[in-house]
Each structure stands twice: as structure tokens, then as C-alpha cells.
């Protein structure tokens, strides 16, 4: 059983930061692989980014793709999202999930709340 908190979301004018934690509870965390995912009103909840276990091995969507990076620290069980040069297209609401599987083929077991990032422009 994992159990995921995210926190960091906000409004942000274009071209600002942001960063995302999610703390997870579970003695099992360091062994899933992790994601961040996203949904804008109206659409679909999109893969933003996902990170093995040993945080080697990352993929990104294209849309974030040298804007965004993921990380995890399995010592504090907690895993990010640095968001930079925000657009207002990256505006949604964003959420961790613990799974397997890499990139669009992640399946997720386990989701946060969930966190919103507003980028005005």
C-alpha cells in the first residue's frame, strides 16, 4: 500500500518555476516506478513524466521536453517535479502515481489528490 500527498502547485506568470514534491508513505516506495501526470479541464489525464526506481531511467512528454525535470529521493520518499519556463498550456491539475511500466505505457496503481499549477500569461 503506497499512499501519495502532492504539494507545490500555485499561480505562476509565464516563464516561472514551480516545483512539485510528492511525499509517499510505504515501505514498498523505492521499488515502484513513479509519474507525474496531468489534466487540463476537458481533457484527458496525460503522462507528464516518469522515473525508475533507482531514478536512472526517465522519459518525458514531448510537450515538456527540456522544460521539466523529474526526480526522486527514496531515502525521503519523496519524488518531484521541477517545472520550468512555464507556459498557460501547462496549466492543470497535477498528480503523482505510483505503478509500473515506462512513460505512456505506465500503468498506475496507486494516485495522489492531486495539486493545481495555474500559468498565467
Known amino acids: 500500500q503506497v499512499q501519495l500527498v502532492e504539494s507545490g502547485g500555485g499561480l505562476v506568470q509565464a516563464g516561472g518555476s514551480l516545483r512539485l514534491s510528492c511525499a509517499a508513505s510505504?515501505?514498498?516506495?523505492?521499488?515502484?516506478?513513479l509519474a507525474w501526470f496531468r489534466q487540463a479541464p476537458g481533457k484527458e489525464r496525460d503522462v507528464v513524466a516518469t522515473i525508475a526506481w533507482s531514478g536512472s531511467r526517465t522519459y518525458y512528454a514531448d510537450s515538456v521536453k527540456g522544460r521539466f525535470t523529474c526526480s526522486r529521493d527514496n531515502a525521503k520518499n519523496t519524488l518531484y517535479l521541477q517545472m520550468d519556463n512555464l507556459e498557460p498550456e501547462d496549466t492543470a491539475v497535477y498528480y503523482c502515481a505510483a505503478g509500473s511500466g515506462v512513460g505512456p505505457s505506465f500503468l498506475p496503481g496507486y494516485w495522489g489528490q492531486g495539486t493545481q499549477v495555474t500559468v498565467s500569461s
Open positions: 510505504g515501505r514498498t516506495f523505492s521499488t515502484y516506478t
